[in-house]
């Protein structure tokens, strides 16, 4: 075997090429992910970082009840650091979804995630600066917070390193190699690799590998732009993380900074090297977002704001699986939500890979298949889409 053969190649090196790589290496297979830039420099090194369990698809939330396992865990399943801090989770719901967010809540608790409903007034209780007249009930996740991304990444790379995988950067991939209806390398800046199965975990540019597998799918991009505010003096205390659907927005404390993204105006089916500053008006809808929750934010302070890319599908739910030449896997199309399941969708894709079926969490419904047939995912009480 030369030195530029291996068993799988992992085309980006973002938590989702990390994960997989960790997963399949310390089973023994033979792995390299080709990063064109450096770890982390796709969504991955923008990523909010939200790890939450709170999903309207069943199997979503199980790939995030199981990725939250090894987030809590981290040190003693990967090894380092992956940076998750507990702050509770507070899902706010709009009145009209009131009975969505029972359900889901049920659901959460059913497949045995810490979670329950809570009243307007508990969510008073627990975050007293926050305005809660326009809403009556919220689901409340107290294990629930943030992790940080690039960290994530790097040591679930370093620990696929400890079992022999390779990651090399600085390499683009500029075309795939296949032979009679199978995938066995690719192209690159660096030179041929040669492998028998090449994932696609290439972020907002899958839908470009995809095109060199002879694919045209509907795969688009999604941008989204975040703020950090430095919080007044009577704010210093952290707050806890929220999805604020009434609003439109999320946040979440980093020390004496709050982060905030928001739910509509993400622009899709941009060119992901479109840049990294957020467009004019952006920092000023934010804040005022940011106020209308929790009034006293009128006295932060902007302390910084970048956009970042991911890659979009239709339903705005992940393309996980086999598609195209034999051998060709996604592993994309995370849709603006994907580092929190990062952990547990490499751990799935590596059981399918190997044994023939995903057996931690079934993610076959996230088959791209669904895309040649024109059919939408959705959970049974949907709140509908996520990005506006
Ligand atoms: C601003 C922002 C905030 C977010 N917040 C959250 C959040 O709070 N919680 C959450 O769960 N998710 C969040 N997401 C989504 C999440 O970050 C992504 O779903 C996840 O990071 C995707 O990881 P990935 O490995 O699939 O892709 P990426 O991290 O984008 O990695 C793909 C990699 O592929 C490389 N690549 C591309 N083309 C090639 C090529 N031809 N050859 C070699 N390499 C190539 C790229 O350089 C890139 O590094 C957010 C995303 C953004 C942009």
Same mark, same amino acid.
């Given at each position: ?35 064109? =830039? ?86 008073? =209780? ?55 209806? =199978? ?101 000023? =809808? ?103």
């Amino acid at each position: 075997m030369s030195a530029t053969t291996f068993d799988v190649l992992i085309i980006g090196g973002g938590a989702h090429g990390a994960s997989l790589a960790f997963h399949l290496s310390r089973r023994g297979v033979k792995v390299a992910v080709l990063e064109r =830039r450096h770890l982390a420099s796709g969504a991955t090194g923008r990523s909010s970082g939200l790890v939450r369990m709170h999903y309207d698809l069943e199997a979503e939330a199980r790939l995030a009840w199981e990725a939250f396992q090894w987030f809590r865990d981290w040190k003693e399943r990967v090894g380092g650091a992956c940076g998750f801090t507990r702050t509770g989770f507070i899902q706010l719901a709009p009145r009209e979804k009131a009975q969505a967010l029972q359900a889901n809540t049920q659901m959460l608790q059913r497949i045995g995630v810490p979670t329950f409903l809570i009243t307007a007034e508990d969510v008073k =209780r627990l975050a007293p600066a926050f305005y809660t007249d326009d809403f009556d009930y919220a689901a409340y996740e107290p294990e629930s917070g943030y992790a940080d991304p690039v960290l994530t990444a790097s040591s679930l790379m370093e620990a696929a390193r400890s079992h022999g995988a390779a990651l090399i950067q600085d390499c683009q991939v500029t075309a795939l190699l296949t032979r009679s209806g =199978r995938v066995y390398g690719v192209q690159s800046t660096k030179g041929e690799f040669h492998a028998p199965q090449i994932v696609n975990a290439a972020g907002a540019w899958a839908g470009q590998i995809c095109q060199m597998a002879g694919l045209n799918l509907p795969l688009s991009t999604w941008r989204h732009e975040v703020m950090y505010v430095l919080r007044p003096p009577a704010l210093r205390l952290p707050h806890p993380t929220v999805i604020d659907f009434p609003n439109l927005m999320y946040f979440r404390p980093e020390g004496q900074l709050t982060l905030v993204g928001l739910e509509d105006g993400n622009p899709q089916g941009e060119d992901p090297e479109s840049g990294e500053h957020v467009r004019p008006g952006f920092v000023e =809808r934010a804040i005022d977002r940011l106020c209308r929750r929790i009034p006293k934010m009128e006295e932060a302070h902007l302390h910084s704001a970048h956009a970042g890319y991911d890659g979009l599908s239709p339903d705005q739910h992940p393309l996980i699986g086999p598609i195209g030449p034999q051998g060709f896997w996604l592993d994309c199309g995370f849709s603006g939500t994907g580092f929190k399941i990062s952990p547990a969708v490499g751990l799935c894709l590596s059981e399918w890979m190997l044994d023939g079926a995903p057996r931690t969490v079934d993610i076959t419904i996230f088959h791209p298949q669904r895309l040649l047939e024109g059919r939408r995912l959705q959970g049974e009480h949907p709140y509908g889409d996520i990005w506006l």
